[in-house]
């Protein structure tokens, strides 16, 4: 078999000799994206070219459009298999062997065999094998399934992913082609229910297709890829000995010295950038120990950041002892392709006078990158005498000694050949002499001034001082001249040489000072994280890295500062000089500063939790007396009325005032119990039993105060992970809060849905909802944000509602708008373990139990003439024969029509005999209230 696989069609050859095959992978950013699709398509252009194409695995998941692409091409049968009591089928890897296609198409890449459903434990292996027989596969893969992302993909869409391939097994794929698609057409494919069932849509959109993690993996897919097509690209160099730059993308580097040519500079550099697509733009300024250039400006360099900032590039700052060499430097770090530099700002006689530039010297070092010269309305007008990092250059020491000795002569020449002797008397002679003294000092300092003042003093008495021709001086006053002219000369150089002293000192504080003027700026625009300070360090002075430690290790190349109590600030690179590690300390401190700071926020946050607590007490105290006034004040005056001895009541008036009494005393439990519940969950007090759970077991007691409730189909929602009576409470919290916002006429809906592992249980209302900046305060305790009555609790229901959720581990409860109007709660819980679930040995939440319970309660609501919903859980576990020894209030009430009815009795009579025998709680918080069934029959007997 030969030939690629963007060529005609492929013919086997014969011989004993069989290539391997050709892996071909379409990787995609998330499920739905075309991956499938595009596979099955190349496979029809395959096939209709002449190759043979087979089909050992594809999944459809029910799409139309993809098993359309199906027509046409020979499916390899699956081969079916059993685990722990459940039937799958998987790739007959055998039967595709046998029949040995040129092209195999096998989805699903990272999947993993069913147990003993083949004879490798992941499909990935079994590609291998059809590899290793020579047969090319076209398989398909999502980025999340990748080992080197799987964590990553985790922490942006929180699903865990447990099938992954390893990245080398994808890598040496020979062909990897990515499957793109926006994520608002992903989102739209979804909504038109393209990609999975309608039941699933909205949970899908609201969470693992959200917007946000959409654009995140995709933003994964291209960069791994792109990842992968630079490592090609780099292998087709090596194999074919390319060793030039070859710029594949482009990053231009714009030096600034601070000057007012840097706007000049940046704007330039921009428009190199955008001529290339992806072009980056980054901005480096070079600061000295002793600054930058004479003409450096802080200001300028500000604005230019803001500019540079502004035109999408990024500003950085260096230190470097030789401007040039750091430069090349940087821009070889950041694989700069292109470097922009201006003219420089010195003259030619300064040019003349101190060699080479820094720009001619960037020439020389660039190498590979180009250098752009740029010529600006500042060039050729800098000053005479650039500072220096050192007081004088080495050619200005090499200068400046000649100068001394040479100088003096040529004046000598030039006076004396100019016939200036005549016309000039000696104090005019030996104010000259003092000049090129002092120019001499300019030059070469000190010992450069001294040497040429002992020359100018040997000059002007040997050519210029009666006898001429002879060292010797007749006239006292010629001796005291002399004299005098040669300790003014070294007066003057002394004073030139402190002032060049001084400059230094000075450029090197106005360095410090931008250096940490730029730091500053750093921080106040939001970078102050540790993290950044620590890179802002590293790239600062050049070195090859820092890090924050404990203890400062050794070696050579380790320099290390404290940085704040038992931290130190290590940077490994290049020796710092004594002048860089001054500025050095300072960067330290604002790292133990930062350091400091996340201390102090890590003790903030311990003590919110105490200064939330005050809050709440401090609401409670405010909003408790009126709720609990209002039950205490009813139930009071119900009960009043009863034992007063001043009225007769008839039986239906004495039922009433029960009811009123029961309620009120009911309301006051249940503001009691949620006060108590808040206060454990806050305290960390709150015991759990979490077990396989399902909603049609807590269904019945958390609506049984709540009728008007439409319930969806939930017999296919599998069990979740929870505590039944905390879920019972949440429930019921939930649908109390949407009746009471839903208007006149509309009922509460609850539906429920399964995505990544957990299932989504969504209560509806259809009241005005709340706006998005309200949400946050939903799930405060005491906050009454409804639309309808403010006075009928004390807000705790949410806030209750969501500690509860979160307590159960993996549970979240989050607010939505219901499209057409309303706000719809979504509790989110995970699946209960599988083991708990799967055939052999049912465990509570089995499914063998679960159809028990479906048909028992279908029978005890056909008995009691209820609908199936109204069906409290006590009524499927108990035994019928109205023995039991207690039983729930609302499978009591739920009787009260069947028994009056049987017994020829009034309803509200029958319901305040239930009232009557309805028991407190006897285990606390999980408790529940009963009533006695005995002697409720008792009670019942006596009223016939």
Known sequence: ????????????????????????????????????????????????????????????????????????????????????????????????????????????????????????????????????????????????????????????????????????????????????????????RMAHGNIYAPAKVDAALANYFRPGNLTALRQLALLWVADRVDEALQSYRIEHGIGGVWETRERVVVALTGGPEGDTLIRRAARIADRSAGGDLLAVHVTRSDGLAAGSSHASLVRQRRLIEDLGGSYHSVVGDDVATALVEFARAENATQLVLGTSRRGRLERFVTGRGTGE???????????????????????LLPSRRRTLSNARRIAGPVAGLLLPVALTLLLDLGAARDRLNLTSEALLFLLAVVGVACIGGVASAVIASVTASLLLNYWFIPPVGRFTLNDPNA????????????????????????????????????????????????????????ERTRETFGMDSAELVDEPPGGDDVTAVPAGPGAFLVLRGRPLPSSERRVLAAFAAHVGAAVERARLAEAAAEVEPVKAADRMRTALLRAVGHDLRTPLAAGWAAVSSLRSRDVEFSDEDRGELLATADESMAKLNRLVENLLDLSRLQAGALALNRRATTFEEILPVALADTPEVEVGDLEEVPAVLADPPLLERVVANLVSNAARHSPAGHKVLLTASTHAGRVELRVVDRGPGLPPTDRDRLFEPFQRLGDTDNTTGLGLGLALSRGLTEAMDGGTLTPEDTPGGGLTMVLSLPFAERAEHRGGAQSVGGRRLVRAVRIRRAAVAAFDGVPPASVPADAVTASGSGLDPAISPAYAYEQVDRVAKARHLAPAKLRTLVAHHVQGRVLGFLGQRSVNVVELNHALADLM
């Open 1 to 188: 078999m030969s030939g690629a696989w963007t060529g005609g069609a492929e013919v086997r050859t014969g011989g004993d000799d069989v290539r391997p095959g050709r892996l071909k992978v379409y990787l995609g950013a998330a499920p739905g994206v075309g991956k499938t699709y595009r596979m099955l398509d190349e496979a029809r252009r395959r096939a209709a070219r002449g190759a043979d194409v087979v089909v050992g695995f594809v999944e459809c998941h029910g799409r139309p459009g993809t098993e359309a692409m199906l027509d046409g091409l020979e499916v390899v049968e699956r081969a079916p298999c059993s685990y722990r009591g459940a039937e799958f089928t998987e790739m007959d890897l055998v039967a595709v062997l046998a029949r040995r296609p040129q092209v195999a198409i096998v989805d699903e890449f990272a999947h993993s065999n069913v147990p003993g459903g083949g004879r490798n434990p992941k499909r990935r292996q079994d590609v291998e094998e059809l590899l290793a027989a020579g047969i090319d596969v076209i398989s398909a893969l999502n980025i999340q399934h990748l080992e080197s992302l799987n964590d990553v993909v985790e922490k942006i869409t929180r699903v865990p992913q447990h099938e992954t391939v390893p990245d080398e097994v994808v890598r040496k794929a020979h062909q990897i082609e990515l499957v793109d698609m926006p994520p608002e057409g992903l989102r739209r």
């Open 479 to 534: 001796l005291l001249a002399l004299a005098v002219f040669a300790v003014v000369a070294a007066i003057v150089a002394a004073v030139v040489d402190r002032s060049l002293r001084l400059s230094r000192r000075s450029a090197r504080a106005t360095a410090e000072a931008e250096t940490m003027s730029s730091l500053a700026g750093t921080i106040v625009r939001g970078g102050a994280t540790i993290p950044a300070l620590v």
């Open 361 to 383: 010297t960037v020439v020389a070092l660039s190498g590979d990158i180009d250098v752009h010269t740029v010529r600006h309305e500042r060039a050729g007008r800098g000053t």
